[in-house]
């Protein structure tokens, strides 16, 4: 048995507390802990009955998952140190029995605080109540904890729109937290919608602004807590752990890589200039699990510890890059069943950007909807497209616009970690080759996304063939159509100056005959 490293020596025995162990970068936490720490004690992962499963069938679910795999065959005897708990972050003492809350105050080391609603549209109140509150009912538990080594509270990059250079420490939140809880507790849902953009003033969202108030109430808990705040940027798929590639839902990125692929999506808001903040999952993970250690073994700093878990200034790539390295991986690697040729494009105008959306998005889905009503099939395609436009709506505010993060503690901290460890937990963004991991992204959005086989990549190929042929067709249709128009337009607006002139030489000659 090889010798453990640093961080995995501080990971031995310990007991941790997670929350959101079920969303995307929660699964995969939970599957770098049990791979690379397999001999911590326990991992309590807080989470509720769904869609009338039981917790723990919800966790019997989530292990057949492929980004388990690599436990599954080299270390199955870890997967019984994940304990769930039956509990919710939106409810007092998290919904937990007096049982479960006095197991949890005696003997958790590590909280890693991820849950939250990433429904950037969500109602104020949804969104206060879960990314605000929620937190505050953490950091209450936490008070309690006897043995606890550090809080981690994972935040985002973009909650302070007014930085366009965000340092790693924390900001002065426009409203105080406390004061906003109560409103949500007091008003009701019509009264809470109207004063919403006065409270998110230059906040594109309620996710923004709520993860913005709950880093102030972490930061009013130091130095009495050990508790530190990271801020990933865009999370995306994976470079290389679990699996190349790997993602579980169609937010952000990955949502536009399939509409763009699938040929739905044909227009994006984007000044190609600017740089994209994106960061694979395991490097997200890596590093919170290195923060943790760090902050549990280094001497208290005078203000709370604030990571920007950032690629900013170390492998700079704008839009444009990536839609133009995308393209070429998108026609090697197609989707089933394209509704057109792939070829959208990015458009910095935004009056330009919606006269593409009015002309190729919404026409074609009311013309495909009118279709299927005249052959009696359910209608499909306005809806999709509304939820595409909202969903661009969202992640287009990201894309025209340009922010500095300062990453400086998230290097020094990679700089001092040991060999060994820098090999177990890589977070070196200089290793990624941008083609093989935007190829890892579409693959992966095509596997564990659309569940389409790399086996129907050849039917895929011939499709796109045909769907080009179409394309074409219809490119230069659409121009001789638009020519045709103007040389009818033409010969009628020559036709009606002919006539003009002659009628005015009539005119003349009257007025000389007389």
């Known amino acids: 048995m090889s010798e453990l490293s640093e961080i995995q020596s501080f990971y031995k025995g310990k007991n941790i507390f997670l929350t959101g162990g079920t969303g995307f970068m929660g699964k995969v936490l939970i599957e770098k802990l049990l791979y690379s720490c397999s001999e911590l004690n326990k991992i309590y992962i807080l989470i509720r009955p769904k869609r009338g499963r039981t917790p723990e069938v919800r966790i019997e679910e989530m292990f057949k998952l492929p980004l388990f795999e690599r436990v599954r065959e080299q270390k ?3 997967m019984k ?12 003492k998290l919904g937990l029995t007096d049982e479960q809350l006095q197991i949890l105050i005696s003997e958790t080391n590590i909280v890693f605080h991820c849950a939250a609603t990433l429904r950037l549209e969500a109602k104020l109140k949804d969104a206060i109540e879960m990314n605000t509150v929620g937190t505050k009912r953490m950091l209450e538990l936490c008070k309690q904890m006897k043995r606890l080594k550090v809080f981690v509270y994972l935040s985002t990059a973009f909650c302070h729109p007014d930085q366009q250079e965000l340092g790693e420490r924390v900001y ?19 009264a809470i919608d109207l004063i919403t953009p006065k409270l998110l003033d230059l906040h594109p969202n309620t ?10 109430l972490v930061a009013v808990e130091y130095p009495k807590l050990p508790c530190c705040i990271v801020r990933p940027s865009i999370v995306t798929a994976a470079w290389a752990e679990p699996l190349p590639g790997w993602v579980d839902n169609l937010n952000g990125p990955v949502g536009l890589i399939v509409g763009a692929g699938k040929g739905v999506i044909r227009s994006m808001h984007c000044n190609a200039n600017y740089h994209a903040e994106v960061i694979p999952v395991d490097l997200a993970i890596n590093s919170l699990i290195a923060i943790s250690h760090k902050i549990s073994t280094t001497e208290k700093s ?22 133009e390295k995308g393209k070429k991986i998108a026609y090697e690697y197609p989707f089933e069943g394209q509704v057109w040729y792939p070829d959208g494009d990015i458009r910095s105008n935004k009056f330009v950007h919606n006269l593409f959306v009015f002309f190729f998005h919404l026409l074609p ?12 099939q359910k209608r499909f395609m306005v809806r999709i497209q ?4 909202d969903g661009l709506e969202v992640l287009q505010y990201f894309t025209t616009r340009e922010w500095i993060f300062h990453n400086t503690n998230l290097l020094t901290m990679t700089n001092e970690m040991t060999a060994q460890d820098k090999e177990l937990f890589p977070i070196d963004f200089l ?14 959005a095509r596997q564990y996304c659309m569940k389409e086989d790399l086996s129907t990549l050849p039917k895929a190929r011939r499709h796109q063939a045909i769907m080009y042929v179409i394309h074409v067709f219809s490119v230069y249709l659409f121009y001789f159509g638009v020519l045709l128009l103007i040389y009818k337009n033409f010969e009628i607006a020559r036709f009606c100056i002919d006539s003009v002139i002659g009628y005015a030489k009539l005119l003349v000659g009257l007025s000389e005959a007389s």
């Not at 002065?172 to 019509?190: K, N």
């Open 431 to 444: 290793v990624i080759d941008i083609m093989i991991y935007l190829k890892h992204c579409m693959l992966g």
């Open 76 to 78: 199955p005897h870890t």
């Open 172 to 190: 002065d939140a426009p409203d105080d937290p406390q004061d906003v809880m109560r409103l949500i507790q007091w008003l009701d849902g019509s």
């Open 207 to 216: 996710y923004t602004y709520s993860k913005r108030l709950a880093e102030q």
């Open 386 to 389: 509304k939820r595409i436009s």
């Open 302 to 323: 005078k203000n709370i510890p604030v990571f920007n878990i950032t690629q900013s200034g170390v492998l700079p790539i704008t839009w444009g890059e990536i839609l």
């Open 81 to 92: 140190k994940l304990v769930p708990i039956n509990g919710d972050v939106n409810v007092d």
């Open 365 to 376: 889905a009311y013309f495909i909807d009118f279709l299927m009503l005249i052959f009696r």
